[in-house]
């Protein structure tokens, strides 16, 4: 066997074990020096050489860089996450046709979806979204992205919130986490719009907290401009369109010199 | 600029297929010929769009007798192009081919053999074997062809390249191997874009978004797209291609205004007989407004010949119009695989969110006060807690501006807002004033895109005046076209 390939799966092994171990910081710098002995690959992308070991290399690479990703959740990482992901893409989109599929390339891609719902990137979301064929689309763990971000555009927000309790792998629950922090900043944006005011104790409820104390110090520190009276919220109401009381002179004058300077073109 | 039909493999039949007998095409041809010819001397490029297009007229009559002959015709026979683009076309009828050789040796024909005339020869040579399904040849002589291409360096070449280059992704996409030629298109633009070929820069991108597209790298295509120069179009059909792929890109990533912009102007700028290209547009652009929380009038699905084809999408805006879940589930469900086949089948998924809004407005509109558990029963929201989630729900449409209402908690109703006096407000003067704006616009361009002939302003020059410098041109053409020769 090449030494190459030799070398890179015994990193590997300590890697792997290390993980097992939830020692993360071993992890990481082992994580390092791998992705560096990956550059002597002349088989991985973006070369895809044909050399004898190809299938093997390719093979070990993708394994690595789902690891690679799993551990960013777990060090709860998002921009590692996105690296890494964007280092794995290839090997699921490029190299379909030359290796077996991953068993973990779904899950991963259901976490990605998750990661971009979480971050409000909806149009990426959707891009993504596309690239998965009818079938993938029916995988539990897609699928249970997909409706997250078809409740959360509703708003049925509470659907997002019970969709915790039946996360397809166990490295949703970092990304739920995070999302029911999204969750609950979309729902007081919704309610400062939608009510007039509110009771404390509703808006509790609403706003998922568990104490008053801890709305107080939400309200304080995102909401300053709402307004606690008599043991309710009071919401500033945004301002309506108001009927012009003044003629805006200015503009009218100048669209009207602007029509006759192009009538006097035309004519 | 350019007239010629091109979009979606859709020709109208040639009118009299009973005179065309093959030496009256093959005679056609040589007209064509001739043309490009002096086109190549005088260097004007609209003299070989012409025969582009005459072209396109020919192509339903064309046979490889004739083919052969006019090969014979324009190519030195036993050179090397002219060996390797005969040995594409099927060397059947032999006598026929004979006579009409015999023929064109007669007419003295010029045997100097000039690049555009070849690269012409590439392009009938693939248009024969696309239209004759023999794509594995295709591919073959579209491959030949950009070789020869990328040596060549001439502005009146540039019209011929940019149809080659389409009927090569053509040939490429045809037996499904279009990610293969991914690497060569971009290649291609960059030396459009070195060598200021504006109108290969256009077709060639236009051409990699297609590919991306199809293989739905919206991503990619998005990114090349945004940093691809851009410049006032030359080809129509070009445009509405490009505007096309935009519209799909920004609806994808949901700038549904833009997208509805771009897929409406491209429906409407597609030539008439562009049908199945203009089906496509109205596919998208029907699903766009409907995103939007627009309703499409009727008169879109009852456009003549599309009747038909937008029948899905007619029963899917009438599910959305409604507002009723259940109506549109069974649409969606009915014509799945229609829509799985146009690639819209996500974008409708999307839309299942706009069937609630319409819903919602419609039960704000006639209620003032309504209960919340009415609006989820009338929603027909199929959950653990129908009220909790029309609360949310109707909250969210609030905040989003679809409905004009409050919500009491306590009490747990809805109440909608009056709505005032538009005519109080600045609204209509804002609305007046874009409307006019568009029109001087209109107006404006429709000035910039009138053509004048060149030099019509300046004086007549004199006959004699005219044939002396013509014929230096022509010699100087000579000269370049000699060297051009020694060259390769």
């Given at each position: 066997m090449d030494p190459k390939i030799t070398e890179v799966s015994q990193v590997f092994e300590r890697f792997k074990a290390a993980f097992v171990r939830k020692d993360f910081d071993t992890c990481t710098s082992l994580l390092s020096q791998l992705k560096v002995l990956l550059t002597g690959f002349k088989s991985l992308p973006p070369l895809f050489e044909e050399t004898p070991n190809a299938v093997h290399e390719l093979t070990l690479a993708r394994d690595i860089y789902e690891h690679a990703v799993v551990l960013s959740v777990k060090t709860e990482d998002q921009d590692a996450f996105e690296r890494d992901f964007f280092q794995l893409k290839p090997y699921y989109?490029?190299?379909?046709?030359?290796?077996?599929?991953?068993?973990?390339?779904?899950?991963?891609?259901?976490?990605?979806?998750?990661?971009?719902?979480?971050?409000?990137?909806?149009?990426?979301?959707?891009?993504?979204?596309?690239l998965l064929s009818p079938s993938a689309l029916e995988n539990p763990c897609i699928k249970h992205a997909v409706e997250l971000e078809?409740?959360?555009?509703?708003?049925?927000?509470?659907?997002?919130?019970?969709?915790?309790?039946?996360?397809?792998?166990?490295?949703?629950?970092?990304?739920?986490?995070?999302?029911?922090?999204?969750?609950?900043?979309?729902?007081?944006?919704?309610s400062e719009k939608a009510y007039d005011s509110l009771s404390l104790s509703d808006a509790r409820q609403m706003l998922l907290f568990s104490s008053d104390k801890e709305l107080l110090e939400y309200i304080n520190e995102e909401h300053p401009e709402w307004e606690i009276k008599n043991g309710s919220v009071f919401f500033q109401r945004a301002k309506e369109s108001v009927p012009c009381k003044e003629i805006p002179s200015l503009q009218l004058i100048n669209q009207t010199l602007s029509y006759a300077r192009e009538l006097e073109r035309i004519v | 600029m350019t007239q010629d039909v091109e979009m979606k493999e859709q020709q109208p039949a040639p009118s009299?297929?009973?005179?065309?007998?093959?030496?009256?095409?093959?005679?056609?041809?040589?007209?064509?010929?001739?043309?490009?010819?002096?086109?190549?001397?005088?260097?004007?490029?609209?003299?070989?769009?012409?025969?582009?297009?005459?072209?396109?007229?020919?192509?339903?009559?064309?046979?490889?007798?004739?083919?052969?002959?006019?090969?014979?015709?324009?190519?030195?026979?036993?050179?090397?192009?002219?060996?390797?683009?005969?040995?594409?076309?099927?060397?059947?009828?032999?006598?026929?081919?004979?006579?009409?050789?015999?023929?064109?040796?007669?007419?003295?024909?010029?045997?100097?053999?000039?690049?555009?005339?070849?690269?012409?020869?590439?392009?009938l040579v693939l248009i024969f074997l696309i239209d004759q399904k023999r794509y594995s040849e295709a591919k073959a002589c579209s491959s030949a062809s950009i070789a020869r291409l990328r040596n060549l360096n001439r502005r009146t070449v540039d019209v011929l390249a940019s149809r080659?280059?389409?009927?090569?992704?053509?040939?490429?996409?045809?037996?499904?191997?279009?990610?293969?030629?991914?690497?060569?298109?971009?290649?291609?633009?960059?030396?459009?874009?070195?060598?200021?070929?504006?109108?290969?820069?256009?077709?060639?991108?236009?051409?990699?978004?297609?590919?991306?597209?199809?293989?739905?790298?919206?991503?990619?295509?998005e990114k090349l797209r945004s940093k691809a120069p851009r410049f006032e179009a030359h080809s129509n059909q070009q445009f509405c291609r490009y505007l096309f792929y935009l519209g799909k890109i920004r609806t994808i990533q949901l700038e549904y205004t833009d997208a509805k912009e771009s897929l409406l102007q491209a429906a409407r700028k597609a030539p008439v007989s562009a049908l199945g290209f203009r089906v496509q547009c109205n596919k998208w652009a029907v699903i766009v407004r409907l995103l939007l929380g627009e309703i499409p009038e009727r008169t879109v699905f009852m456009q003549k010949g599309m009747e038909k084809a937008l029948r899905p999408y007619f029963e899917l805006t009438n599910a959305v119009r409604i507002g009723d879940l259940e109506l549109f589930k069974a649409v969606a469900e009915k014509f799945a695989t229609t829509f799985s086949s146009d690639r819209t089948n996500n974008l409708i998924v999307r839309l299942r969110h706009n069937v609630i809004r319409t819903g919602l407005r419609n039960i704000s509109i006639s209620y003032s006060r309504i209960s919340l558990a009415d609006v989820a029963k009338k929603l027909r929201l199929d959950s653990a807690n129908p009220v909790a989630d029309a609360e949310s729900i109707v909250s969210k449409a609030i905040r989003d501006g679809a409905i004009d209402a409050t919500l009491d908690h306590a009490n747990g109703w809805m109440v909608s807002k009056e709505t005032g006096d538009i005519y109080s407000t600045n609204e209509p003067q804002i609305a007046f004033n874009s409307r006019i704006a568009f029109c001087l616009n209109m107006h404006n361009e429709a000035v910039r895109a009138l053509r004048f002939p060149p030099n019509s302003h300046k004086e007549k020059e004199s006959a004699e005046k005219r044939r002396e410098r013509q014929q230096q041109e022509q010699e100087l053409a000579k000269h370049i076209a000699e060297e051009d020769d020694d060259e390769f």
């Open positions: 989109t490029d190299a379909r046709g030359r290796l077996p599929q991953s068993p973990q390339e779904y899950p991963i891609l259901g976490l990605n979806l998750l990661r971009l719902l979480v971050q409000n990137r909806i149009a990426e979301f959707h891009t993504e979204l596309e078809q409740s959360f555009m509703e708003g049925a927000y509470n659907r997002v919130l019970s969709a915790r309790q039946t996360v397809p792998h166990e490295t949703y629950v970092y990304f739920m986490d995070l999302l029911a922090k999204t969750v609950r900043d979309e729902i007081a944006g919704c | 009299n297929s009973l005179s065309s007998t093959s030496p009256s095409t093959l005679q056609h041809l040589k007209d064509i010929a001739a043309l490009i010819e002096t086109g190549a001397y005088t260097r004007e490029v609209r003299r070989i769009v012409r025969a582009i297009r005459w072209t396109i007229q020919l192509r339903k009559k064309l046979k490889a007798s004739v083919l052969s002959a006019f090969l014979n015709f324009v190519l030195v026979p036993g050179s090397d192009v002219h060996s390797r683009l005969s040995s594409y076309v099927p060397k059947e009828d032999e006598h026929d081919m004979e006579v009409d050789t015999a023929t064109s040796a007669t007419q003295a024909p010029a045997k100097h053999s000039l690049p555009e005339l070849e690269i012409y020869s590439y392009l080659l280059y389409f009927y090569y992704s053509l040939s490429y996409e045809l037996t499904g191997d279009l990610a293969e030629i991914r690497g060569n298109l971009l290649a291609l633009h960059r030396t459009a874009t070195l060598r200021h070929d504006e109108l290969g820069q256009e077709t060639l991108l236009n051409l990699l978004l297609r590919n991306y597209l199809h293989y739905n790298l919206y991503d990619q295509a």
